[in-house]
């Protein structure tokens, strides 16, 4: 079953570029998704076709109307009566890989791309099924992060990327980050690939892809190993890498 996405959006020019190239292009001329885009300044009805006004209590800054964005969502939920409405916005959840997989389970998407200083919370509140967020910052819009969102989504879809392994092995997807990757020539700049790659033995190359994968997480995302349990062997891993850091430590002092 093809999966279907649609963006409420000022800017619908921003979402048709990003389905114009690489995977989303390629989703749609499998006919693996639709991508589609509604406009609120559509559901207007005054000659500006105006969309936002003051915010009430004062403060810099506009605020996208209900009227506009609630004719937009109900359309798109007209025409994807299963839709699961989400809206981007530094207020919400926060996005991890994880959560990529539950939320493709929901074949129709509608993701709202607010804009200003973000949509009147009654919209939110009565009109959205979920907020989210791709991190702590705050960007001019929702376009972005939803082109992030379904870019993640799209590369979990059966049948997109020619390897679906190599989607299972990318970071984030067992919570560690990837491990280093290398391609011909062998040498640059006299560095060498290591030697353990060009061995022919897969078992060892697994095995050092894991630890370097620990490794990596370890020195700079520490966080995401110490929010997950682990196997008995990447438990090892860690404990191991963690004694060889404090003894480089110890030694430089």
């Known amino acids: ?24 292009r390629k989703a749609t001329s499998l006919g693996l998704l639709q991508l589609n885009t509604l ?11 105006t969309v936002d006004d003051v915010s009430y209590g004062g403060g810099p800054g506009m605020v996208m109307q209900v009227a506009p ?6 359309q798109a939920r007209a025409s994807l009566p299963e839709a699961h409405v989400i809206y981007l916005s530094p207020q919400g959840r926060r996005l991890v890989q994880a959560d990529m997989a ?6 129709q998407l509608v993701f709202v791309a607010g804009r200003y200083e973000g949509i009147d919370e009654r919209v939110v509140m009565h009109d959205v099924d979920a907020e989210w967020s791709i991190g702590d910052y705050v960007l001019s819009g929702g376009e972005l992060p939803a082109m992030v969102l379904m870019d993640g989504l799209i590369r979990l879809i059966p049948g997109v990327i020619g390897a679906p392994e190599s989607a299972i092995a990318e970071s984030f997807m ?14 640059i700049d006299g560095q060498p690939v ?5 061995s022919g033995n897969h078992l060892a190359i697994a095995r050092w892809r894991l630890r370097e994968a620990v490794r990596r997480t370890l020195v700079r995302r520490p966080d995401l190993l110490e929010q997950a349990s682990h196997p008995v062997e990447i438990a090892k891993i860690i404990r ?3 004694t060889e850091i404090s ?5 430089r002092t």
């Open 1 to 24: 079953m093809a999966h279907a996405f649609t963006v409420i959006t000022l800017f619908p020019e921003f979402v048709e570029a990003f389905a114009q190239v690489g995977l989303a």
């Open 39 to 49: 406009n609120p300044r559509d559901f207007t009805h005054d000659a500006r076709r």
């Open 69 to 74: 964005l609630r004719a937009a969502i109900r």
């Open 102 to 107: 539950a939320l493709l389970q929901c074949p």
């Open 174 to 187: 067992d919570g560690l980050l990837d491990f280093p990757h290398y391609t011909r020539p062998e040498i």
């Open 194 to 198: 290591p030697p353990v790659l060009l």
């Open 240 to 242: 191991e890498i963690t």
């Open 247 to 251: 003894q480089k430590t110890d030694d």
